[in-house]
């Protein structure tokens, strides 16, 4: 019943139902013509990268067909049984892993530092980190190759992580003031008065009041982490290759194995699908950074 | 919310700010040091000035000529982004079902784009428009145009454009969708008592109570399609010609590709002056707009 714009004040007092039925019908239509056409125009290039999956070299090449006509799983079998493949997977969410933890641990505390608090440079340091997130990674690409090949992170996951540190740790910041701020501060002062230390009602407390924040921050680090490849690549060789790098090699002597190609296209697509599920609910406020 | 003062704060910011010192302060110190040396192999620097700044703000100079079209290029592309898919974004989110199981269905078809690695989006869309077994540009090429995004520099203009409409216009829904979210019912009834038209309800209720969620759509928008990298590189690799290399691909090329490391790092610490520029203006401006806000509520 929050749809009632077009409701007229002399119906105010029909039941909600039927004041739906009989007046937003025809609007409604024309929502859902817009919508259904928007979601057709971002599903049709994974509906072919699917159905490509699914085919064999001989048939993606040898002419357009809407679906297999003989369905194989060759492609995806021959990704889960080469280590070569399946490696870069697992490298990847490593990295990724990694990454998110570092990020949420680091940000919990300094996050809680601006929505509470006022103190020398606060403004400066707040629109210093954003800039952070910002900034092209074109530009620190060869400079994070320098670095890290200094200190002997090159080519292992720490790199990786440490590197995407740059933009997610402003990002976890961002998110979790906007909802921090939105707990009021008695709360603090009460577990103050009734004899909590700080990290006792930070974890005890606080925490599980801004878990749904959490989640959020952690669901944007993992999203901005796993779909960032510049520095990924830059900074990997062979042992923390991502599994988006690895698509590369699809392309040999024979020409492009497309059906591979696609089935680890999809494959990448499968883990973002699966945690936008747990943050379904919570994900339109995320994006907003908490601040809506 | 009013905050106390209190600098001892400093200690629970102190853990992100060396992270994010180590890993921005420290890079780009090694690119400002470049920017101003010059090198004839075997590591060996000499001291070069402004030399490579003065070459580069020179759009009568190779290098100049070369940063000024790729600006350009870069520039318009943000625009045509920002044209197409704030306005379209607004217009889905407004769609949005308001209740009911669709909702969570909508929501998770619409984030999906926004978690495929964009090296993957590239591709996606690079087998999508070839003309063979792409289904898009089989359709297109059979509609009598003649398509391909790999020669004419228009054809990959439109597919790089569509790709990102189709890659981003959903974070923009989202937020709005979001900002949506937050109007009370009240105010639509509100708005029904008075007799106003759906027009009128979209200019003065949902219009202004997005407008934060706007400003922060459109910094997002604006910063990422200014560096965009990866999408293009995939699908055109900056061609045909130069007619899709943006600056962050021109950079890579120079940074990476010819190893022109001095050139490199002087673009590199002009476009991240641009970025900067651009950021500060709208971080002022959204400070503003909640200091207006927090004005109104109180």
């Known amino acids: 019943m929050t749809d009632t714009v077009a409701i007229g004040a002399s119906r105010a007092k029909d039941t909600p139902a039927a004041v739906n039925r009989a007046v937003a019908g025809p609007r409604v239509n024309g929502k859902v ?26 048939e993606i090449t040898s002419g357009l067909t809407l679906w297999p006509r003989e369905i194989t ?8 049984t080469d280590e070569s493949w399946y490696s870069g997977y697992i490298n990847s969410l490593t990295y990724v892993v990694i990454n998110t933890v570092l990020s949420i641990t680091f940000a ?57 540190c740059l933009f997610n ?32 009602f930070f974890i005890k407390i606080f925490m599980p009041l801004i878990a749904s924040g959490i989640g959020v921050a952690a669901f944007f680090c993992f999203m901005f982490s796993w779909v960032e490849l510049l520095l990924a690549r830059t900074l990997t060789t062979v042992n923390a290759k991502p599994i988006a790098a690895t698509m590369t090699r699809t392309v040999s002597a024979s020409g492009m194995d497309w059906g591979m190609l696609a089935a680890a296209g999809v494959l990448t697509i499968v883990p973002g699908a699966l945690v936008i599920w747990f943050v379904r609910n919570y994900i339109a406020k995320g994006f907003a950074l908490g601040r809506v | ?35 101003v040396q010059d090198t004839f192999g075997n590591n060996q620097f000499f001291w070069n000035g402004v030399g490579w700044f003065a070459e580069l703000l020179d759009p009568s100079r190779e290098l100049g000529g070369r940063f000024f079209d ?22 889905v989110a407004l769609a949005m079902p308001r209740e009911g199981w669709t909702v969570a269905l909508c929501l998770v078809l619409m984030a999906l784009p926004l978690l495929i690695p964009w090296n993957v989006v590239g591709t996606i869309w690079q087998v999508f428009a070839r003309g063979d077994i792409g289904l898009l540009g089989w359709v297109v090429n059979h509609l009598g145009i003649d398509y391909n995004y790999t020669g004419h520099s228009l054809d990959a203009w439109v597919t790089i454009i569509v790709m ?42 949902q219009l202004p109570k997005m407008r934060r969620v706007l400003l922060i759509a459109v910094l997002l928008r604006f910063m990422d399609s200014f560096m965009i990298y990866t999408e293009p590189f995939v699908l055109t690799g900056g061609g045909p010609g130069n007619a899709t290399t943006f600056l962050s691909i021109d950079l890579v090329k120079l940074a990476l ?32 707009v909640d200091a207006d806000r927090e004005r109104v509520e109180a």
Not at chain 1, 73 to 80: L, P
Not at chain 1, 117 to 129: I, T
Not at chain 2, 81 to 88: M, R, S, V
């Open chain 1, 108 to 164: 919990l505390p300094a996050a809680y530092a601006f929505s509470r608090y006022h103190f020398l440079g606060d403004k400066h340091l707040f629109f210093w980190l954003l800039t952070n997130r910002m900034a092209p990674p074109a530009v620190f690409a060869l400079p994070f190759f320098n670095l890290y090949s200094a200190i002997g992170l090159f080519d292992t996951p720490w790199a990786v992580a440490l590197a995407h």
């Open chain 2, 164 to 205: 990102d409409v189709w890659h981003w216009t959903s974070l923009v829904a989202l937020l709005c969708y979001a900002g949506l979210k937050s109007i009370p019912d009240a105010y639509y009834q509100a708005a029904r008592i008075d007799g106003a038209s759906r027009w009128a309800v979209f200019r003065t209720i």
């Open chain 2, 1 to 35: 919310m009013n905050k106390t003062l209190n600098h001892k704060a400093w200690f629970l910011v102190l853990p992100v700010f060396a992270l994010v010192a180590f890993s921005a302060v420290v890079p780009l110190m090694t690119v400002v040091n470049y920017s």
């Open chain 2, 257 to 288: 590709g010819q190893f022109d490391l001095g050139k490199a790092a002087a673009m590199s610490i002009v476009y991240n002056l641009i970025i900067l520029a651009i950021c500060w203006v709208f971080y002022t401006v959204m400070t503003n």
């Open chain 2, 70 to 91: 790729a600006l350009w290029r870069t520039l318009l592309f943000s625009a045509i982004i920002l044209a197409i898919e704030i306005p379209l974004g607004i217009a």
């Open chain 1, 33 to 58: 013509v817009v919508m259904t056409l928007y979601l057709l125009f971002l599903m049709l290039p994974i509906y072919w990268l699917v159905n490509m999956s699914l085919k064999t070299n001989l």
């Open chain 1, 169 to 200: 740790i402003p990002l976890a910041v961002w998110i979790l003031e906007g909802f921090m701020s939105g707990v009021p501060r008695e709360i603090d002062e009460t577990a103050a008065i009734d004899g909590y230390s700080f990290p006792r």
């Open chain 1, 73 to 80: 799983f060759d492609n995806y079998i021959r990704i889960f």
